[in-house]
């Protein structure tokens, strides 16, 4: 057995969430960079440019990439031969996530309840904690900053077991077309199909963490990840939703076998911000 100690994970966690809230994706600014040079009207070009100055502005003068810090989310695999010693893994990120909003001055944006909307936690805990035991000896964290406008706009459906590509293609595109601007395009999509009701949901979100420039390795999934990337991106909305041609820079999908008579859909919105990391103990 391998034990990795609670202040390692602290440390790194802490450290992690003030990079990404500052720092933006390096593929998502090579995305952001494509699609300015792709696009025709000058109103989106103007968008896209902002919103890469704001990325440039954000890490030189950390100031946070969006004022809406987020929700923490996190993906860890435990390896089977880890011995976590302190604290439980879920009270040292939920520590972590305490000191880095302090540290880093970010918005607390948690309620305690959610009828009420009070009290505010303070300090942006709990996180959204989902746990994976793996083989070997590492500890594998996959951390979001998912901020409220893109999450809300997502989306569940079971669609009945005969439904062909072209109506999944059509539903995700009709819930982008309902979103426009609010989940503050160009999107990434994380799309969670299969499975049941709560892993088709729990796929969509962990499809956000699979690098932009990645291609799925089956290729009829991947050619499904195209044909809706150039839909949604054929709806006009555009950055912003200020017209244009890229309402989305990436799709991810995530399949999951599921029940004969049952065919679930899930589709996770991302906004243009994209805060995430991987971290590996």
Same mark, same amino acid.
């Given at each position: 057995?391998?034990?990795?100690?609670?202040?390692?994970?602290?440390?790194?966690?802490?450290?992690? %969430?003030?990079?990404?809230?500052y720092?933006?994706?390096?593929?998502?600014?090579? !995305?952001?960079?494509?699609?300015?040079?792709?696009? +025709?009207?000058?109103?989106a070009?103007?968008? =896209?440019?902002?919103?890469?100055?704001?990325a440039?502005?954000?890490?030189?003068? *950390? %100031?946070?990439y969006?004022?809406?810090?987020?929700?923490?989310?996190?993906f860890?695999?435990i390896?089977?031969?880890?011995l976590?010693?302190?604290?439980?893994?879920?009270?040292?990120?939920?520590?972590?996530?305490?000191d880095?909003? /302090?540290?880093?001055?970010?918005?607390?944006?948690?309620?305690?309840?959610?009828?009420?909307?009070?009290p505010?936690?303070?300090?942006?805990?709990?996180?959204? %904690?989902?746990?994976?035991?793996?083989?070997?000896? /590492? =500890?594998?964290?996959?951390?979001?900053?998912?901020?409220?406008g893109?999450?809300?706009?997502?989306?569940?459906?079971?669609?009945?077991?005969?439904?062909?590509?072209?109506?999944?293609?059509?539903?995700?595109?009709?819930?982008?077309t309902?979103?426009?601007?609010? !989940?503050?395009?160009?999107?990434?999509?994380?799309?969670?199909?299969?499975?049941?009701?709560?892993?088709?949901?729990?796929? !969509?979100?962990?499809?956000?963490?699979?690098?932009?420039?990645?291609r799925?390795?089956?290729? *009829?999934?991947?050619?499904?990840?195209? *044909? %809706?990337?150039?839909?949604?991106? !054929?709806?006009?909305?555009?950055?912003?939703g200020?017209?244009?041609?890229? +309402?989305a820079?990436?799709?991810?999908?995530?399949?999951?076998?599921?029940?004969?008579?049952?065919?679930p859909?899930?589709?996770?919105?991302?906004?243009?911000?994209? *805060?995430?990391?991987?971290?590996?103990?």
């Amino acid at each position: 057995m391998r034990i990795i100690p609670a202040a390692e994970i602290h440390t790194a966690v802490t450290e992690a %969430i003030g990079n990404i809230a500052y720092g933006i994706d390096p593929l998502l600014k090579s !995305a952001l960079e494509r699609a300015l040079a792709a696009e +025709t009207s000058a109103t989106a070009r103007d968008v =896209l440019s902002t919103l890469l100055e704001n990325a440039a502005v954000s890490g030189r003068a *950390r %100031i946070p990439y969006c004022q809406d810090t987020g929700t923490v989310v996190v993906f860890a695999g435990i390896g089977n031969e880890v011995l976590i010693s302190g604290a439980l893994l879920d009270e040292i990120i939920n520590s972590a996530v305490s000191d880095a909003w /302090k540290v880093n001055y970010l918005r607390p944006s948690i309620v305690c309840c959610p009828l009420s909307r009070t009290p505010n936690s303070g300090d942006n805990t709990p996180a959204v %904690i989902h746990h994976r035991i793996t083989a070997g000896d /590492k =500890l594998h964290l996959s951390i979001a900053l998912k901020g409220g406008g893109a999450e809300n706009m997502s989306a569940i459906k079971m669609l009945s077991p005969t439904a062909s590509e072209d109506e999944i293609i059509g539903y995700v595109t009709e819930i982008v077309t309902k979103a426009g601007g609010k !989940a503050c395009p160009p999107v990434i999509l994380g799309i969670g199909i299969g499975g049941n009701f709560e892993t088709a949901a729990m796929n !969509a979100k962990h499809a956000l963490f699979v690098p932009l420039d990645s291609r799925h390795p089956d290729d *009829r999934i991947a050619r499904l990840e195209q *044909r %809706i990337l150039q839909a949604v991106n !054929a709806t006009g909305i555009g950055p912003q939703g200020m017209g244009g041609k890229t +309402t989305a820079l990436a799709v991810h999908v995530i399949t999951a076998p599921c029940h004969i008579a049952s065919l679930p859909v899930a589709i996770n919105l991302q906004c243009h911000a994209h *805060r995430h990391c991987e971290i590996i103990l």
